[in-house]
C-alpha cells in the first residue's frame, strides 16, 4: 500500500477548481456570543454521563462506606474534604472541557492576508481591518462561498485551504472532526469522555480533568487500603455500616475503578503536557506533519494554554486563560 504525503492533498486544496465556492452553503447566521457550545453526539453524551456516575459512585463509596462510619473524626473530616474538592474540580473540568468551544474566541486574532513569503506576525496590538476575517469559536461551517472568497479580495499567487467534508476555508494548523462536523484549529483528539474536541480553547480544562481525576482515584486507592487493613483489624461488623460482603464487593469495585482510571488519566495528562511543551497536537505528531509554525520555548507555550501570567488560576477551571497577544490565524498563505 503507497502512502501519500500530506503535502499532495494541500497541491489539490490549492487548485482554484478545488474549492466550488458555488457548491458551498451559506453558514447559518452565527449565534449570539456566549451561546452555550455542545456535541450532539449519542456516544459522547453516554460517556459524558458514564464519567458523571463513576466519579458519584466513588464519591459514595468514600463517605459512606470509609469515611461517616470512622471513629476518627478528624481522619473523616480531612480526607473528606480533600477528596471532595478534588472531585468537585474534576467535575468542574469536565463541564468547562465539554461546553467550551474548542476553538479560541477571537479578540485581538484575525485570518490575516498573507502572501507567499511573507513574514507571518507574531503579535497583534489590535484587531486587523480591513480585508481580513476574524473568527468567533470555531472554523465557520460552509464559508467557502464565492462572496466569502471574493471578499478576502485575494491578490496573484495567495491560495486558500478548503474542508471538502465541511466547506469551509481552513485556518492554518486546522483538521476536520468528524463528529464536531466541523475544522478545528490545533485539534489534538476528539475526547467521547468529554464529548468534544480537545482544542487551543479546551486543552486547559481537558488537562485538569486529567489531572484531579488522576489524583482522586490516588487518593480513593490510599483510603481503601487503609480502610482494608483497619477492618481486618478489627470487627468487620464494626468497620462498615454496610454487611461485610457488601463491604467487601463495594471497595473492590472502587480499587478497581481507581487503579483503571489512575493509569488512563496519568497517560493522558502526561502526553497532553508533552504536547503543550512541544507545540504540537496529537494529530500534527501523527500525521508527521511539517512543522510551519514558530518555534517557542516550553515555558511560552505553557503560558499559551493556561494563561499569563503563572498564577493559581492554571489549577482552578473557572479561571479563563488569558492568553495574551495570541497568534493571528493564517487564513491565506
Known amino acids: ?35 452555550m457550545w455542545f456535541i450532539r453526539d449519542g456516544c459522547g453524551i ?17 463517605l459512606f462506606v470509609m469515611l461517616i462510619p470512622s471513629r476518627d473524626y478528624v481522619y473523616s473530616i480531612i480526607n473528606g474534604t480533600v477528596f471532595n474538592l478534588l472531585a468537585f474540580l474534576a467535575l468542574a473540568s469536565h463541564c468547562r472541557a465539554m461546553l467550551t468551544d474548542p476553538v479560541r474566541t477571537c479578540t485581538e486574532m484575525a485570518f490575516t492576508l498573507l502572501g507567499r513569503g511573507a513574514s ?17 469559536g470555531a472554523v465557520p461551517k460552509g464559508n467557502a462561498t464565492k462572496e466569502f472568497i471574493e471578499s478576502l479580495q485575494l491578490k496573484p499567487g495567495q491560495v486558500v ?11 492554518d494548523r486546522a483538521h476536520h472532526c468528524s463528529v464536531c462536523k466541523r475544522c478545528i484549529r490545533k485539534m489534538d ?24 481525576i488522576a489524583l482522586i482515584s490516588l487518593h480513593a486507592l490510599i483510603m481503601v487500603g487503609f480502610h482494608f487493613l483497619h477492618c481486618f483489624e478489627e470487627d468487620w461488623t464494626k468497620c462498615s455500616s454496610f454487611s461485610p460482603p457488601t463491604t467487601v464487593i463495594l471497595l473492590i469495585l472502587l480499587c478497581f475503578e481507581g487503579l483503571l482510571f489512575l493509569i488512563f488519566t496519568s497517560v ?20 508527521k506533519e511539517e512543522r510551519r509554525w514558530a518555534k517557542k ?22 479561571a479563563t486563560p488569558d492568553q495574551g497577544k495570541a497568534d493571528p490565524y493564517q487564513y491565506v498563505v
Open 189 to 212: 483528539h476528539h475526547c467521547p469522555w468529554v464529548n468534544n474536541c480537545v482544542g487551543e480553547n479546551n486543552q486547559k480544562y481537558f488537562v485538569l480533568f486529567t489531572m484531579y
Open 46 to 62: 453516554a460517556c459524558a454521563i458514564v464519567t458523571w456516575f463513576l466519579v458519584l459512585y466513588a464519591e459514595f463509596v468514600v
Open 268 to 287: 493522558m495528562f502526561g502526553t497532553q503536557v508533552h504536547s503543550i511543551c512541544t507545540d504540537e497536537t496529537g494529530i500534527e505528531q501523527l500525521k
Open 297 to 318: 520555548t516550553k515555558w511560552m507555550n505553557m503560558k499559551a494554554v493556561f494563561g499569563h501570567p503563572f498564577s493559581l488560576g492554571w489549577a482552578s477551571p473557572f
Open 120 to 136: 507571518f506576525p507574531e503579535k497583534l496590538d489590535k484587531p486587523v481591518s480591513g480585508r481580513s476575517k476574524c473568527l468567533l
Open 161 to 171: 485551504y478548503k474542508c471538502p467534508k465541511c466547506c469551509s476555508i481552513k485556518p
Open 1 to 35: 500500500m503507497m502512502l501519500i504525503p500530506t503535502h499532495h492533498f494541500r497541491d489539490i486544496e490549492r487548485k482554484p477548481e478545488y474549492l466550488q465556492p458555488e457548491k458551498c452553503v451559506p453558514p447559518p447566521y452565527p449565534g449570539p456570543v456566549g451561546t
